[in-house]
C-alpha cells in the first residue's frame, strides 16, 4: 500500500496537465489551503482558488434598504429610456418590433417580451394595433403631461448642473472631459437630452467645447471660480461659503460613515478607523500630479473625489462602470472597487446585476433619500404611474375582423405576470423589471 501511494504521488509531481488541467482539480473544495495525514506526515496542498465575486467579499456588508433604492432607480431610468426614445419620433409612436433594438439600454433579458414590460405601465403607455395587425407602442396622454413636466425641471436645474459639470472641469488634471465621458452623468446630474447640441454652449463663460487632434469632442473649462473651489464636505463640516476667501488645499476632515447594521468588524477596526479619518489628505480640487500612486494620502484624496461627485449627483448613486472612466482625469487608482469595498462606512456597492452601484451612504436615510430636490420628486411621481398588476387587456383595433397576428405576443409568455419579471442574481443581462413591492419581499428578513 506503501509502495503504491509513493508511485502515485511521484506520478502527480512529474505529471505535466495540457488544455484539460483545470478538470483535474474541478473535484477538488475551493478553498486555499487543506491539510491531510498521510503515510508520509502532513501534507500541504495548495488548491485552485476562484477569483471571489463582489457579492461574496461583500455579503456581510450588505444593505437591504440601500438595494431596495437601487431597484426603484432603476426602474425609473428604464420609464424614462422608453419615454425619451417614444418623445424622439415625429409622432410619439414607435412599432414594437423596432423597440426590440433597444433591449440592452432598457436592460431587458430575454425571453422577457418588451410589450410585456410595456404594459406594466398602463398609465404611461399604451398598445395598439393597426389595420394590417401591426403592434405599436405610444404615450398616453398622462406620460405626455409628465415628460413635459420633466423638461421643465431640467430648465429649471440647468444652473445648478452646470456648476457641478464646472466643478468636475475643476477637479481634473488637464481642466478639460471627454463630451461622450460627460454623457454618462446626464441622468445623474439632471443634464437635457440635446446637452451636446446646445446646452454645453449656453454657459461660454463657464467652459466650452473644444476638437483635438484626433477628432474627439471635450468640454473645457473657461474660468476658475474659487467660490466653487470648496468640497461638499467642507460646506457641511466648518461651513465654508461661497463667500468664504478659500483656496484648495490640504484637509484633514472626517467623512461621514453609516457602516451596515449588520457588519460588525467595525469595532476591530475602530483603531485603524480613528487613524484613517485623521489623516490629511489634498482638496478634490488641488494639483494632485505630485501624489505618489498607491500611497496613503493618494488613496484617501481619491476618497475625497468620489465623495464629491456622488455629492453632485441627483440620486447620491453612480454606476460603478461610469466612475472608472474618470481614473486619469481625476488621479484616482486603477482598482476602484476594492476602495469602495473597504471603506463601507462612506461608500455602499449595491449588487444587482452585473453593473454594480455605487452610493454615498450619508445621503440615504433607510432606502429614502435625505435631501430630495425637484428632479427627485418628480422620479417618485413617475413611479407612482408603474407596477400594474390587472388583468391583460384586449389591445384595440382598427378593425374587428382583423386576426390579431400578435396573440401570442401577449398571450402565450412561458412565465405569468407575477413572476416573470424577477431579477437574476447576478448572472444574466443586467437585471429585468421588478416592482417595488417585490423588491421589498425579495430582500425581506427570512
Request: proline residues 4%; neutral net charge.
Amino acid at each position: 500500500m506503501r509502495f503504491k501511494a509513493e508511485i502515485f504521488m511521484g506520478s502527480v509531481r512529474s505529471k505535466r496537465f495540457h488544455g484539460n488541467a483545470h478538470k483535474v482539480f474541478a473535484i477538488m473544495p475551493e478553498r486555499s489551503v487543506l491539510s491531510r495525514e498521510s503515510p508520509f506526515g502532513r501534507v500541504w496542498v495548495r488548491l485552485m482558488t476562484s477569483s471571489k465575486r463582489v457579492q461574496d467579499r461583500s455579503r456581510e456588508k450588505r444593505v437591504r434598504e440601500l438595494e431596495v433604492a437601487t431597484e426603484k432607480w432603476k426602474i425609473a431610468n428604464k420609464l424614462m429610456f422608453l419615454m425619451e426614445l417614444l418623445r424622439s419620433e415625429p409622432e410619439m409612436i414607435m412599432k414594437v418590433r423596432l423597440l426590440e433594438q433597444y433591449r440592452r439600454q432598457i436592460n431587458l433579458p430575454k425571453p422577457h417580451k418588451m410589450s410585456d414590460f410595456i404594459r406594466k405601465s398602463p398609465k404611461l403607455f399604451e398598445l395598439y394595433k393597426d389595420e394590417r395587425g401591426v403592434l405599436w407602442c405610444g404615450m398616453t396622454k398622462e406620460g405626455e403631461d409628465l415628460l413635459d413636466e420633466h423638461d421643465g425641471l431640467v430648465e429649471e436645474n440647468g444652473d445648478k448642473a452646470a456648476e457641478h459639470v464646472t466643478r468636475c472641469l475643476m477637479m481634473s488634471v488637464d481642466k478639460k472631459l471627454r463630451l461622450d465621458k460627460i454623457a454618462h452623468f446626464r441622468r445623474d446630474f439632471g443634464l437635457p437630452l440635446d446637452f451636446r447640441v446646445s446646452w454645453v454652449h449656453k454657459f461660454p463663460d463657464l467652459f466650452k467645447v473644444v476638437k483635438v487632434e484626433d477628432g474627439e469632442e471635450y468640454l473645457e473649462l473657461v474660468s476658475w471660480n474659487p467660490a466653487w473651489a470648496i468640497t461638499e464636505l467642507e460646506k457641511k463640516t466648518i461651513g465654508l461659503t461661497e463667500e468664504s476667501d478659500h483656496k484648495p488645499g490640504l484637509l484633514s476632515l472626517p467623512f461621514p460613515m453609516k457602516f451596515p447594521p449588520s457588519y460588525k468588524k467595525m469595532y476591530r477596526y475602530r483603531g485603524k478607523i480613528e487613524h484613517f479619518q485623521k489623516r490629511t489628505y489634498l482638496s478634490p480640487y488641488a494639483d494632485a500630479i505630485g501624489l505618489e500612486a498607491g500611497s496613503k494620502e493618494f488613496d484617501k484624496r481619491a476618497i475625497a473625489v468620489m465623495h464629491e461627485l456622488l455629492s453632485f449627483t441627483l440620486e447620491k448613486r453612480l454606476v460603478t462602470d461610469h466612475l472608472t472612466h474618470f481614473r486619469r482625469e481625476f488621479v484616482m487608482p486603477q482598482k476602484l472597487m476594492r476602495i469602495f469595498l473597504k471603506h463601507c462606512g462612506i461608500f455602499y456597492v449595491s449588487e444587482r446585476g452585473k453593473r454594480f452601484s455605487v452610493f454615498l451612504t450619508e445621503g440615504y436615510e433607510g432606502p429614502e433619500l435625505i435631501e430630495k430636490c425637484p428632479l427627485i420628486l418628480w422620479k417618485e411621481k413617475l413611479l407612482r404611474f408603474t407596477g400594474y398588476r390587472g388583468r391583460k387587456r384586449v389591445i384595440q383595433t382598427y378593425s374587428d375582423t382583423l386576426e390579431m397576428e400578435e396573440t401570442e405576443l401577449l398571450y402565450s409568455s412561458s412565465s405569468g405576470d407575477d413572476d416573470d419579471d424577477m431579477i437574476s442574481d447576478g448572472d444574466g443581462d443586467d437585471d429585468d423589471e421588478m416592482d417595488i413591492d417585490e423588491v421589498n419581499d425579495a430582500y425581506g428578513e427570512n
